[in-house]
């Protein structure tokens, strides 16, 4: 069922924006990635960003797990959030 709309002007929402702390070009760019990310791999993209995250961590590199992370994040809350639960227990 329908309504229809009367003069309302309606706009997207993005569940997950005001987790994102940095600046526009960081969201930018892992919202980016994201979006390239599912297009090649689809539903198991969150898992991919996931992976590239604990690999980052592994090397010691934390900028980049941090943004990988935020990939995750974008794509899949719940499993970035399992993710950092687990890191730091």
């Given at each position: 069922?329908?309504?229809p709309i009367?003069?309302?002007?309606?706009?997207?929402?993005?569940d997950n924006?005001?987790?994102?702390?940095?600046?526009?070009?960081?969201?930018?760019?892992?919202?980016?990635?994201?979006?390239?990310?599912?297009?090649?791999?689809?539903?198991?993209?969150?898992?991919?960003?996931?992976?590239?995250?604990?690999?980052?961590?592994?090397?010691?590199?934390?900028?980049?797990?941090?943004?990988?992370?935020?990939?995750?994040?974008?794509?899949?809350?719940?499993?970035?959030r399992d993710?950092?639960?687990?890191?730091?227990?």
């Open positions: 069922m329908a309504r009367l003069g309302r002007h309606v706009r997207a929402v993005n924006a005001e987790e994102w702390c940095a600046s526009w070009p960081q969201e930018s760019a892992a919202l980016d990635t994201a979006l390239r990310l599912f297009a090649a791999h689809g539903f198991s993209a969150a898992a991919r960003a996931r992976d590239a995250a604990e690999i980052a961590e592994g090397s010691g590199d934390g900028d980049r797990a941090g943004f990988w992370l935020e990939v995750c994040r974008t794509l899949d809350r719940r499993m970035a993710f950092q639960r687990r890191k730091h227990s």
